[in-house]
């Protein structure tokens, strides 16, 4: 996952919004994707974007996409005890056959 | 019943010995995957198949080799384990859609010891 670069630990409190950035290197990814992890389990869909939109917004989830910066961020708002997990972000580049992945982030939300 | 199923879930074995992990689907899809999970390097991709007679190397083949035995079915050996092939392994699979989205099994933990 070198291509994609995530920070790897993340805490904050029941209530709080989380922020979980990423930065990516291939601008010509055509979707850039957030996907959840949860202990013992493997990883799903949590949400995507297509590479024209800045934003998206889904319940209690936004995508924030900066082209320019090659800047990725999921927002979490009134985070919960069961959004604790391993967000990892991930790009399709063109010319690839395959996604690839970011190192991940580890969301820990404290009571 | 889970649409991605993996056999072992985990696995200690040693070094030296040839083992093979195993994955089912039936979702339908066409597109297989394996990848492999170490704490702090995310996910790298080991081989992918995008059909029965379609097999490519990911960016960490050395050491591996799969098998796609049936649109269902694709599994991954270590002819030789060494130990830093410890770590988790994942199944996935993809539908040709627009976003490509990728259907995960729940892993299998191995231990080379």
């Known amino acids: 996952g070198e291509d994609v670069e995530q920070s790897l630990f993340l805490s904050v409190r029941e209530g709080d919004s989380s922020v979980i950035n990423c930065t990516y290197t291939?601008?010509?990814?055509?979707?850039l994707y957030w996907y959840k992890q949860e202990p013992g389990a493997g990883l799903q869909l949590l949400t995507y974007?297509?590479?024209?939109?800045d934003m998206k917004q889904d319940q209690r989830l936004t995508v924030l996409l900066n082209k320019k910066d090659k800047h990725l961020s999921l927002r979490i708002a009134d985070t919960q005890t069961g959004d604790s997990a391993i967000y990892f972000c991930?790009?399709?580049?063109?010319?690839?056959?395959?996604?690839?992945f970011g190192s991940g982030t580890r969301l820990q939300v404290q009571p | 019943d889970a649409d991605v199923t993996q056999t072992p879930r985990n696995r200690i074995t040693k070094t030296g010995k040839r083992i093979m992990l195993e994955c089912s689907q039936t979702?339908?899809?066409?597109?297989m995957y394996w990848y492999r999970q170490d704490p702090g390097l995310g996910l790298r991709l080991i081989y992918y198949?995008?059909?029965?007679?379609?097999?490519n190397k990911g960016e960490i083949s050395d050491g591996y080799s799969v098998s796609r035995q049936a649109q269902a079915k694709f599994s991954l050996s270590l002819e030789s384990a060494i130990p830093n092939q410890t770590a988790l392994y994942f199944c996935?699979?993809?539908?040709?859609?627009?976003?490509?989205?990728?259907?995960f099994g729940p892993g299998t933990r191995l231990l080379v010891l």
């Open positions: 996935a699979t993809s539908a040709p859609d627009a976003q490509e989205t990728q259907y």
């Open positions: 979702k339908g899809h066409d597109r």
């Open positions: 198949s995008f059909d029965v007679k379609d097999i």
């Open positions: 291939d601008s010509s990814s055509t979707y």
């Open positions: 991930a790009e399709n580049p063109t010319g690839r056959r395959a996604l690839t």
């Open positions: 974007i297509f590479s024209n939109m």
